[in-house]
Nanobody
Framework: QVQLVESGGGSVQAGGSLRLSCTAS???????MAWFRQAPGKEREGVAV????????YYTNSVRGRFTISQDNAKNTAYLQMNSLRPEDTAMYYC????????????????WGQGTQVTVSS
């Protein structure tokens, strides 16, 4: 049984920073870790993807240069460092694992965390 537990969300003012953490228990056997977000009334969006094989990364255009995805293998934890936050970044953020293909597409991920809320005020 694989469980992903996110933490680190909260409320910040525009321009602030947050670091989200996603700790995995069990062996997800995943070659990819990803962060998605979903705002009310919108579809779930792939924000960042990390290949655990070669370290390659993907970022959606709106966060490139502001967000950084990383992982600490020793701690079984993935991170999303979010800087220069904007009100439009407000959403529930989810980490995902268990995909054979590293893609910002929710359907390819088998395991999901419960989500952590990020709220950015102007």
């Amino acid at each position: 049984q694989v469980q992903l537990v996110e933490s680190g969300g909260g409320s910040v003012q525009a321009g602030g920073s947050l670091r989200l953490s996603c700790t995995a228990s069990g062996n997800a056997g995943s070659t990819c870790m990803a962060w998605f977000r979903q705002a009310p009334g919108k579809e779930r969006e792939g924000v960042a993807v990390l290949s655990t094989v070669n370290g390659g990364t993907y970022y959606t255009n709106s966060v490139r240069g502001r967000f950084t995805i990383s992982q600490d293998n020793a701690k079984n934890t993935a991170y999303l460092q979010m800087n220069s936050l904007r009100p439009e970044d407000t959403a529930m953020y989810y980490c995902a694992a268990g995909a054979a293909v590293c893609a910002p597409v929710a359907a390819v991920y088998r395991y999901w965390g419960q989500g952590t809320q990020v709220t950015v005020s102007s």
